[in-house]
């Protein structure tokens, strides 16, 4: 299994600002994502990070609000910029091992609150 | 297109009492299923995973069944403790090349002393 970690863990910010989420995996995973789970709602996919590729944003997000980055195989991050109160999320990390069961395993998140 | 229920959204027993929680999927070719657990605030941790040629996986007190031609899956939590308590997902990874997980809303169980 992978362990993963992410820095925040949580964070209050002011509405207009940025914040740089980081991501580490114990062991190099090829394929990562990324999360938002609004309060009280399930897990919305936001974008997938592959390694040595462009991270692919699913509809309703783009690059310009969440960039990512993807420098090697154990780390990524994802920003959140120009936040609004509607940013007021939990963002997962999460990364699939596609060598053996395809399982896919979460960090702790980060706790974001935009006021 | 594949739409993942779970039912029910919420469930409260008394700490001792077995459970079910139940997840349903409107198209059988899946890859595979995964059970997840998640506190309030706080990631999700994997708890079983069962892959589209097996019918069933268990780890302590919990066993996981698929049926893909009835397109459901149980979690099965024997002999439930407080600890229990938290919101449980179940996710599906379709058969064809998409790898997103499609998810369940969630069972969320309260378990009484």
């Known amino acids: 299994s992978a362990v993963i970690s992410q820095k925040p863990s949580r964070d209050i910010c002011q509405r207009g600002t940025s914040l740089t989420i980081q991501c580490q995996v114990d062991?190099?995973?090829?394929?990562m994502f990324w999360y938002r789970q609004q309060p009280g709602q399930s897990l919305t996919l936001i974008a997938t990070a592959n390694q040595g590729s462009e991270a692919t944003y699913e509809s309703g997000f783009v690059i310009d609000k969440f960039p990512i980055s993807r420098p090697n195989l154990t780390f990524s991050t994802l920003t959140v910029s120009n936040m609004s109160p509607e940013d007021s999320s939990i963002y997962l990390c999460s990364v699939l091992d596609s060598r053996t069961s395809y399982e896919q395993y979460f960090g702790p998140g980060t706790r974001l609150t935009v006021t | 297109k594949q739409e993942v229920t779970q039912i029910p959204a919420a469930l409260s027993v008394p700490e001792g009492e077995n459970l079910v929680l139940n997840c349903s999927f409107t198209?059988?070719?899946?890859?595979?299923l995964q059970w997840f657990r998640q506190d309030p605030g706080k990631g999700l941790t994997s708890l079983l995973l069962i892959q589209s040629s097996q019918r069933e996986q268990t780890s302590g007190r919990l066993n996981a069944s698929l049926d893909k031609s009835s397109g459901r899956s149980t979690l099965y939590i024997a002999a439930s403790q407080p600890g229990d308590s938290a919101t449980y997902l179940c996710a599906v990874r379709p058969g064809d090349s998409n790898y997103q997980l499609i998810w369940g809303a969630g069972t969320k169980l309260i378990i009484k002393p």
């Open positions: 198209d059988s070719a899946i890859y595979n």
């Open positions: 062991s190099q995973v090829t394929m």
